[in-house]
């Protein structure tokens, strides 16, 4: 299938019924309207092409599960993307959107949003009504501050905001019942933010390469049930001498060559 051009391509899958199409790599700039009639595909792949305007011939794939927009030149999405009713993947990473669109809180099914590299300087309030969503990465932005309603995601197991312009985190963070890994490296943070000490899920947390300076001893009780509690390339460096048995909480600088958690599509 490599071979074939796009309208090949999108003959075969429409004659044949296939469920899944992937047209990624192809330097489009526009999609083709013809893949609005690939009403029965339940995969679309259009990422590393050079998508400039939004393809709102998706929005008439209604069984759409998993869409992958990655590095095109995408601004903007469909304002109405909410309609992709049983979309559970999404992924957007390295466009320029800047932000996402409120009608993003409508994907009810939604597991995974990949949307790093993209200049957010946001997150959309109605994240908060994404109530089955399991891992969202957003690094690589420009966000300063994270909606309280991000607490709202009861089901929300992996967070990536490194590399933001974050210095705290809501009080409603807590409540974030399954959160197992959260990435906050490269950030503004002076402080380890209290509600990230009060959640019992929590395993990794990792906060390398920002501007702490210390961490407080009440706080550790909170973080003592955590595999690991990267605190690395921060000014705090030096052990207290009372910190016994803490072995899980690092300091100090990163001497390992370490692979940063991504998305696949991310390069």
Same mark, same amino acid.
């Given at each position: 299938?490599?071979?074939?051009?796009?309208?090949?391509?999108?003959?075969?899958?429409?004659?044949?019924?296939?469920?899944?199409?992937?047209?990624?790599? $192809?330097?489009?700039?526009?999609?083709?309207?013809?893949?609005?009639?690939?009403?029965?595909?339940?995969?679309?792949?259009?990422?590393?092409?050079?998508?400039?305007?939004?393809?709102?011939?998706?929005?008439? !794939?209604?069984?759409?599960?998993?869409?992958?927009?990655?590095?095109? $030149?995408?601004?903007?999405?469909?304002?109405?993307?909410?309609?992709?009713?049983?979309?559970?993947?999404?992924?957007?990473?390295?466009?320029?959107?800047?932000?996402?669109?409120?009608?993003?809180?409508?994907?009810?099914?939604?597991?995974?949003?990949?949307? @790093?590299?993209?200049?957010?300087?946001?997150?959309?309030?109605? #994240?908060?009504?994404?109530?089955?969503?399991?891992?969202?990465?957003?690094?690589?932005?420009? #966000?300063?501050?994270?909606?309280?309603?991000?607490?709202?995601?009861?089901?929300?197991?992996?967070?990536?905001?490194?590399?933001?312009?974050?210095?705290? !985190?809501?009080?409603?963070?807590?409540?974030?019942?399954?959160?197992?890994?959260?990435?906050?490296?490269?950030?503004?943070?002076?402080?380890?933010?209290?509600?990230?000490?009060?959640? @019992?899920?929590?395993?990794?947390?990792?906060?390398?390469?920002?501007?702490?300076?210390?961490? @407080?001893?009440?706080? #550790?009780?909170?973080?003592?049930?955590?595999?690991?509690?990267?605190?690395?390339?921060?000014?705090? $460096?030096? $052990?207290?001498?009372?910190?016994?048995?803490?072995?899980?909480?690092?300091?100090?600088?990163?001497?390992?060559?370490?692979?940063?958690?991504?998305?696949?599509?991310?390069?």
């Amino acid at each position: 299938m490599e071979t074939m051009d796009v309208d090949e391509l999108l003959t075969e899958c429409q004659s044949k019924g296939f469920d899944w199409l992937n047209i990624s790599n $192809r330097e489009l700039v526009v999609l083709p309207v013809a893949v609005s009639k690939l009403t029965h595909l339940k995969r679309l792949l259009l990422n590393d092409n050079h998508l400039l305007l939004p393809p709102s011939e998706i929005l008439d !794939l209604e069984k759409l599960e998993e869409l992958v927009l990655d590095g095109n $030149r995408l601004t903007v999405l469909p304002s109405t993307i909410g309609s992709l009713k049983h979309l559970t993947f999404l992924g957007v990473n390295r466009n320029p959107l800047t932000f996402l669109p409120e009608a993003l809180g409508d994907l009810a099914e939604l597991r995974e949003l990949w949307a @790093a590299a993209c200049g957010l300087v946001s997150l959309p309030r109605s #994240i908060g009504r994404l109530g089955q969503l399991r891992k969202l990465g957003a690094h690589n932005n420009s #966000i300063s501050a994270v909606p309280s309603e991000l607490g709202l995601l009861s089901r929300l197991r992996w967070l990536n905001l490194a590399g933001n312009h974050l210095q705290d !985190l809501p009080e409603d963070m807590n409540q974030l019942e399954s959160l197992v890994f959260l990435n906050l490296d490269r950030n503004y943070f002076l402080h380890v933010p209290r509600p990230l000490s009060d959640m @019992a899920s929590l395993h990794v947390l990792s906060m390398k390469s920002n501007q702490i300076t210390s961490l @407080a001893d009440d706080m #550790i009780l909170g973080f003592s049930r955590m595999t690991k509690l990267d605190l690395r390339e921060n000014p705090f $460096r030096d $052990r207290p001498k009372h910190w016994k048995g803490l072995d899980f909480i690092l300091l100090g600088d990163v001497k390992e060559v370490e692979v940063t958690d991504t998305h696949k599509t991310v390069s």
